[in-house]
């Protein structure tokens, strides 16, 4: 199987990714379980970009799309789970997902002899393609596929181009957060040019409540906790109240930035109990200056500098007490780095 390099630094990482596409027929397009507004849009676009290249496509994902994504362009040709993949293909097209791990059950439906394609955005992305194109340095997986399309002479029409604006509209906190960069603003102004209209996309994400999802919210809140020195928040969402309340997150990433927003906190740590009794997702987000990546990696997790995560098996205490631990030795750790960086000055 021919492999596509690309380890120098003056390599054109959009242009292996093309030649690795025309020299493939058919095309599966995944992401990582439980897709979030990146890997949902991003999914989608890189569909129609292969669809715009003349390849076969179809795109398969684990778990539930969240229902404020149910609106995104396309989103019901996507596949539920991997008894649902159709075999044929020849090259998978795998997004936004740090290894093929993060598609959960559906990886049973990913051979590994099959050519992979792996874009990402993600600095803890193992490398496991054939042609692997990982740019932290992007706002979101969307990013990369906006420059694949204009690298390919591809304009996108207004549903791809709504799908790579929701997929850098959720990753950047809606273009508040410090992953929001010119090339990024660069984007999002080339796709409002495409026709995207960004008044009813943010409507449909992120204005569109049940009352269940706002006492959701409220239990949530309740469960807030903090360290002392205030430097560390955290917070539970259990299986009890997603039954209580009849609902389930929209936009949990909404739960964790609330606590991170008090005066003085640097890690925020949000707790979901999962429908596997004995997996506990985690989700932390952290200020400048401290490697959110740091904390989860012992946990198998990963993600960005400011915001990561990982799934970590035990009972609910024992979890809780393990990752606090951990994340006051990173608070810790980081105080003493400060410290000698003054002293040193």
Known sequence: ??????????EDPAGAVLRAIRAHRRFLVTTHARGD?????????????LRSLGKPVQIAHEGPIPEELHG???????ARGASAVRPGFDAILLLDATDPG???RLQAALPPAVFTINIDHHKTNTRFGDVNWVDPNAAATGELIWMLARRAGIRPDRGMATNLYAALMTDTGRFSFSNTTPRA???????LACGVRPGDLSRRIYRNRTRGDLRLLGACMRSVRFTPDGRLGWLWLTRAALRRFGARPRDSQEYIEIVKSVR?????ILFRETEDRGAIKVSVRTERGIDATALVTPFGGGGHPRAAGATVRGGRLRVERRVLAAARRLL???????????SGS
């Open 1 to 10: 199987m021919a492999r596509f390099a690309m380890a120098g630094k003056s």
């Open 37 to 49: 507004g990146d890997a949902i849009g991003s999914a989608l676009a890189a569909a129609a970009l």
């Open 72 to 78: 995104l362009p396309g989103v019901r040709r996507i």
């Open 102 to 104: 993060r598609c959960e």
């Open 185 to 191: 603003l660069l984007a999002a102004a080339d796709l």
């Open 264 to 268: 003085g906190v640097e890690v925020a």
């Open 332 to 342: 810790q750790d980081t105080a003493r780095g400060r410290g000698r960086a003054i």
